[in-house]
């Protein structure tokens, strides 16, 4: 008791031992990296890294969760949660999230609302509204989300009139865009129901059927009680049309 299972740190040791003799006859895959990385032998937990300057309070009890890692926030979280909270529907349009070398972010100048690297979508709201909270003086952050808003929403009535337009001038010189989504689904859904609707017919008949036959059934079976009644009456003497039965000698 009291003595420290150091058996995590000798791994690469035991297996040296162990390649000497015929136990072992083939290099563990790890061998060569726990010998170049090995593992720390510091029996000291540190504290992790805070980040969050928050002041201090002088507690004489230890905290529960000092070796918990912290909460990684950032600014555009809150914002993110208020925008999506609000315009849940935008988290199902289609994204690309590619980019080409990963700077794309940089490159990007949210002084406007159009970027020229990237269509226009909920995450354009919360750099907008960032870029207004850390560049317009005196400027709160409802007055930025409401600036942001009105952009954004701006941005996508152009792009219905544009959608518009050009479905028009297409139907115009004799395109045919055939059936949309929602009449495929139509169909989709009409189809299951009367696949359904027959495989319910069906059942209801022989719903029907089973219960016929089991009041036949029951009918049968109440006329043949009926018969064995009458005969064990007549061997008991209990109908007098009856023929007499044997007589029983008493001794």
């Not at 170049?36 to 969760?65: E, M, Y």
């Not at 009926?226 to 049309?241: H, Q």
Request: net charge neutral; proline share 6%; no cysteine.
């Amino acid at each position: 008791m009291g003595r420290i299972n150091l058996k995590a740190v000798r791994v690469r040791q035991t297996a040296q031992q162990l390649l000497e003799t015929p136990r072992l006859r083939t290099r563990p895959a790890w061998y060569d990296v726990v010998g170049s990385v090995p593992p720390t032998q510091a029996l000291v937990r540190p504290q992790p890294v805070q980040h969050h300057d928050w002041p201090r309070r002088i507690k004489t009890k230890k905290p529960s969760k000092m070796y918990r890692p912290q909460r990684i926030d950032y600014e555009e979280d809150r914002l993110r949660r208020v925008f999506f909270g609000d315009h849940p529907w935008e988290l199902a349009r289609p994204r690309v999230v590619l980019e080409n070398d990963g700077k794309d972010g940089q490159r990007s100048n949210w002084s406007r609302m159009r970027q020229a690297e990237k269509s226009v979508d909920g995450e354009s709201v919360v750099q907008r509204q960032l870029w207004l909270l850390n560049n317009v003086p005196e400027m709160t952050t409802a007055q930025a989300y409401d600036q942001a808003r009105q952009e954004f929403y701006a941005v996508r009535h152009e792009e219905e009139v544009e959608r518009r337009v050009a479905k028009e001038e297409a139907e115009a010189t004799g395109a045919y865009w055939g059936k949309s989504y929602l009449e495929i689904g139509m169909q989709l859904e009409d189809r299951v129901y009367e696949e359904w609707k027959a495989w319910a017919l069906k059942e209801t008949a022989a719903i029907e059927q089973s219960r016929g036959a089991a009041y036949t059934g029951g009918e049968q079976d109440q006329s043949a009680s009926t018969a064995d009644e009458a005969e064990v009456g007549a061997v008991l003497g209990d109908n007098p049309d009856a023929p007499p039965g044997p007589v029983l000698s008493q001794a």
